[in-house]
């Protein structure tokens, strides 16, 4: 198993910007692909950015496309969203999500169901 933490949420000002990290214990981090989800209260859990286990591919939200980057350090076993440009939109709770390496993730990897472990969260917060 993998457990991941996120980190480096907090309130910012809008136009501002904001690095995530999704720390994995273990050393199996490299075997999984990780995506990035969202929920802001009201409304339904939201898919942000995912990431292969290689690194090689990357998939984004149109909300979010141009704006956020995904990216991971394998040898760090971390996953970073970089958010620039941030918007009041872009408030909730951010998760990251841990998809074991299998099947074709450029299908499962918007699906939420489709990730096997899950961190705590961590709350962003854009103030206009």
């Known amino acids: 198993q993998v457990q991941l933490v996120e980190s480096g949420g907090g309130l910012v000002q809008a136009g501002g910007s904001l690095r995530l990290s999704c720390s994995a214990s273990?050393?199996?981090?490299?075997?999984?692909?990780i995506g990035w989800f969202r929920q802001a209260p009201g409304k339904e859990r939201e898919f942000v950015a995912a990431?292969?286990?290689?690194?090689?591919?990357?998939y984004y939200a149109d909300s979010v496309k141009g704006r956020f980057t995904i990216s991971r350090d394998n040898a760090k076993n971390t996953v970073y969203l970089q958010k620039n440009s941030l918007k009041p939109e872009d408030t909730a709770v951010y998760y990251c999500?841990?998809?074991?390496?299998?099947?074709?993730?450029?299908?499962?990897?918007?699906?939420?169901?489709?990730?096997?472990?899950w961190g705590q969260g961590t709350q962003v917060t854009v103030s206009s």
């Open positions: 990431i292969s286990w290689s690194g090689g591919s990357t």
């Open positions: 273990g050393r199996t981090f490299s075997s999984y692909n």
């Open positions: 999500a841990a998809d074991k390496k299998e099947g074709d993730y450029s299908v499962t990897a918007y699906m939420y169901w489709e990730y096997d472990y």
